[in-house]
Nanobody, 127 residues
């Protein structure tokens, strides 16, 4: 199977930056299409960014310019750089991976396109 473990969350002041990491492991893990999602208090889960095996990226309009998704396939690690954080970024952040797609879908971010999910890491922004 596949295990995904997020790290890098915590408390951060508004205007600051942080980088989340997601380590993939397991016999079935492969560097397929991966993505970051988040769920804020009282909100549904929203897709933020995806990255294909070769590095092609897509971003939700709401975060483009502030968030950067990247990956190091040699380290089985996915990253999300978040700059200029604000209260709206307070959420649990999840990484997810497809179990067959190398290139990520071009349509809107859908949870159903990702077979495996991490447990999430909490990000809390204070003013």
């Amino acid at each position: 199977q596949v295990q995904l473990v997020e790290s890098g969350g915590g408390s951060v002041q508004a205007g600051g930056s942080l980088r989340l990491s997601c380590l993939g492991s397991g016999v079935a893990y492969r560097p397929y299409c991966m993505g970051w999602f988040r769920q804020g208090p009282g909100k549904g889960r929203e897709g933020l960014a995806t990255i294909g095996t070769g590095g092609n990226t897509r971003y939700a309009q709401s975060v483009e310019g502030r968030f950067t998704i990247s990956r190091d396939n040699a380290k089985n690690t996915l990253y999300l750089q978040i700059n200029n954080v604000g209260p709206e970024d307070t959420a649990i952040y999840y990484c997810a991976t497809s179990n067959w797609r190398r290139e990520c879908p071009y349509w809107d971010f859908r949870e159903a396109d990702f077979a495996y999910w991490g447990q999430g890491t909490q990000v809390t922004v204070s003013s």
